[in-house]
């Protein structure tokens, strides 16, 4: 499976990004899709992820994130996003858009199996 994250840029707090994810793979609801980040001199963390879509496709938030970003697949155009809004200044980093074939291990980077480049997201105060 090949990932191929974009939309990240500058953004003033308090602002708005829509970062997509599309995907190679034909079978694509038959994966798990999730989000990670990882700042300056930070271990990547986990963002939101989607389960498979045969699964129930439930979203699943860090709690940091909980209320101001949102996670979404469209598996017709084989894409996940993840609207950001509210955001401030220590949601910047580096977001990666990650897939999964395993279920449930959705909230670790080793539950991953293929992963993105990779879109920065910078939000000044």
């Known amino acids: 499976v090949q990932l191929q994250a974009s939309g990240g840029g500058l953004v003033q707090a308090g602002g708005s990004l829509r970062l997509s994810c599309a995907a190679s793979?034909?079978?694509?609801?038959?994966?798990?899709m999730g989000w990670f980040r990882q700042a300056p001199g930070k271990e990547r963390e986990f963002v939101a992820a989607l389960s498979k879509s045969w699964s129930g496709g439930s979203p699943y938030y860090a709690d940091s994130v909980k209320g101001r970003f949102t996670i979404s697949r469209d598996s017709a155009k084989k894409m996940v996003a993840l609207q950001m809004n509210s955001l401030k200044p220590e949601d910047t980093a580096v977001y990666y858009c990650a897939a999964t074939a395993s279920s449930g291990r959705y909230f670790t980077a080793l539950g991953y199996d293929y992963w993105g480049q990779g879109t920065l997201v910078t939000v000044s105060s």
């Open positions: 793979e034909r079978a694509f609801s038959s994966y798990g």
